[in-house]
C-alpha cells in the first residue's frame, strides 16, 4: 500500500521528476525544495512502469543508500532499469550487495584509495596544463573540459586518448539517451542499447588487449579476479562510466556560478583553499542525479510506507540543498564545514572512484587558478537533456590568461 505523507495542510504541485526537460530546461532545485518541505518521500508514477519513490530530503537518502539489507541495488541504480531485469546484478558491483559486494569491490578499493592514487598526480597535473594550455579568448568551457577523465582513465585503465572521442559519445548516450546531441532517430530506448552495445564492444577488447600485455592497473586486476569474462567487462564499464560521465561538469557548473556571481578572482586569489572549493563543488554541482534502489520487505522512509518491490529513488541534488543540513544550501561557499555532501553517494556503495575524481579535481582547480585571471559570459550555457547527469554541455566564455 502506497501511503503518502500528511505532513502539511498543502499539497505540492505535480513534478514529474522523471522527465529530462525539467533537468534541461525547467528548474529541478525549485521542484525539489518544494518536494522536500510538503512530500518528501512522494510516489511518482510512470507510464508503463510503475513508478518510484521520490527521496529529497538528506536524512532519507543517507537511510537509503545506507541501509542494504532494505534497500537493495541488485535491481539496478539508475532510473533506465526501472521495470527491467538489471544484467548484470550479482556480477557488477554497482549491481551488487554486500556480502558479495566487497568480494568484487574490496581488491579494486585498495588501489583507489587517497594514498594509492596520490602517485598518479603528475600525470594528472601535465594532463591538465596540455588541455589548459590553447586556451585564451572566446572558447566553450564545456568543450575544454570534456578530454578531463582521460587523466585518469589514462593511468587507471589503459584508455588511449584517440578512443576518447567515441567513448565520450557512447557514454553520453547511456547516461543521457533523451539529449539532442547523441539521440538516436529511433528514439532514447534504441539509444541506450546502442551506447551500451558500443561501449560493451569496446571493453571486451580492452580487456582482450590487456591480456596480451598487461598494465598493471585495474583492467588487469578485474581480469585476475575469479569473474567470469561478462563480470570483467561489467565491471569494466562500472568504472569508466562512474569516473568519465559526471565529473567534467563539476568545474562547469562551479565557474557557470562563479561568473554569475563575480566571485571567481576571490576563489582564485586563495588557493590554499582548494581543498574546501573541490568539496563545495561536487556538493553545489551533484553531477549523478539520482540513485535507485528496491525496498526487499515492506518498510518505511521518513514515516511514508514502502512496498517490497517498489522502486525508491535518491534524488542526490535535492539532499545536498537540503536546509535542514546546509545554511545557504544555494550558496556556493569554499569555506563551509561541515560538508558532508553526498556527491558519491554514502554507505558500501560510496564511489569507487572518489579519491581519484578528487585528486583530479583539485589539480585542475589549482590549474585553472594559476592559468587564468578572469572569465566572462560570451552567452547562453546549455544543459544536459537527461534525469540522471546534471550538466552543462555548452558553455561560451570569455577566458583572460594571466
Known sequence: MRTPPCLHTRPPGRTDLADPAL????DPH??????????????????????????TRYTDARTVLTDHARFTSTGGVMLTMLGRPEPARNQQFAATDPPRHGLVRGPLQRQMTARAVARHAPAIRSFVRQMLRP??????????TSALPLAFLG????????DWPALSRWVSMSVAEHDPDVALPDGPSATLDRGHRELFAYLVNLVLEHRRRPRGDLVDLLAAMPLRPGAVVANCYSLLLGGSAAIPHVPRAALTELIRTDHYAHWARRPERVGGVVEEALRFTSPAGHFMRLATRDTTVGGVRVAAGDAVVVWLGSANRDENVFANPDTLDPDRHPN???????GRHYCLGAAVARLTLRVFFE?????????????????????WLGGIKRMPVVAGRR
Open 135 to 144: 586556451a585564451d579568448g572566446v572558447l566553450d568551457f564545456a568543450e575544454l
Open 30 to 55: 525549485a521542484a525539489w525544495r518544494t518536494l522536500r518541505r510538503w512530500d518528501p518521500v512522494g510516489w511518482q508514477p510512470v507510464e508503463g512502469r510503475s513508478g518510484f519513490w521520490a527521496v
Open 155 to 162: 593511468p587507471l585503465m589503459g584508455i588511449p586518448a584517440a
Open 23 to 26: 533537468h534541461a530546461a525547467g
Open 340 to 346: 558532508r555532501h553526498l556527491a558519491f553517494g554514502d
Open 367 to 387: 590549474e585553472l587558478f594559476a592559468t587564468f585571471a578572469s572569465f566572462e559570459p560570451a552567452g547562453e550555457a546549455e544543459r544536459v537533456r537527461s534525469n
